[in-house]
Every structure is written in C-alpha cells, then in structure tokens.
C-alpha cells in the first residue's frame, strides 16, 4: 500500500502565456490520454494559469518522478505543437515547456493544495489562501 501524492508545477518556455481556455482543454485531452497509458498513475487534479501548470498526482514508489514528468511534458508538448499552428511555430527548437520543474510532497495539507491548484488562473483567489503558500 502507498499514498505517494505530488504537486508538481511546471512553465512553459519563456514564460509565453499561451495557455488560454481553448489550449487548456486540449492539454487536459493529452493528459489524460497519457495517463491511460500507465494504470498505477491518478490525476487528483490538474489546472492552469496563463504561462504554468499545475498538478495534484499520485505516483507509485516504482515510478520516479522525474520519470512521470518528463514523459507528461514530451507527450502534452508533442500534441500541442501539432494540433496549435502558433504554437509549433514558436517553438521550432524543440519543447513547449521550460526545463525543470517544482514537486513537493503532500501529506496533511492535501486539501489546501487541491483548492490552491482549483484557483489557479482566477483573479479572486482568497488572501487567507495566498498566505497558506
């Protein structure tokens, strides 16, 4: 048994806030198409804001995670370079993401990450939240 749970961020290259509704949606498509490919894998949740993602993720002990991220970000990059001309066009060096990325463990805090990740992109998001983080 195992609760291995993550929050993982990660930007896209050179801060570019392209990650608008309509990206977001494929994004997610590509995400979850991915995460059929490897069971042991749960999305608890996923959100974005203009330049960044988040995501709430349970990974396996047998599973790195630098493993999992490398293998979400080649995959999400590929799909969207394909289906979004502009987006192919800023990027003809290779990937839409930025090298690197934030991961924290989450243990007692779960909840306050889960509405942290949901109030990602709104300009309301309360201050009592802002100063959890």
Not at 26 to 39: A, G
Not at 91 to 112: A, M, R
Not at 117 to 126: A, E, L, R, S
Request: aromatic content about 16%; glycine content about 4%.
């Amino acid at each position: 048994m195992y609760q291995t749970q993550y929050h993982i961020i990660w930007g896209t290259k050179y801060r570019r806030k392209y990650i608008k509704e309509y990206v977001k949606s494929e994004f997610l498509e590509s995400l979850y198409t991915t995460i059929k490919k490897y069971p042991t894998l749960y999305i608890h949740s996923c959100n974005t804001d203009h330049d960044h993602i988040h995501l709430q993720i349970e990974i396996p002990p047998n599973l790195s995670v630098a493993a999992v991220v490398q293998i979400l970000k080649g995959n999400s990059s590929i799909h969207l370079k394909k289906k979004f001309k502009f987006i192919r066009e800023m990027y003809l060096d290779g990937s839409i993401w930025s090298v690197g990325y934030f991961v924290s463990t989450i243990g007692l805090n779960e909840t306050q990450i889960k509405k942290y990740i949901q109030y990602q992109g709104k300009k309301d998001f309360p201050k009592t939240q802002r100063k959890l983080f």
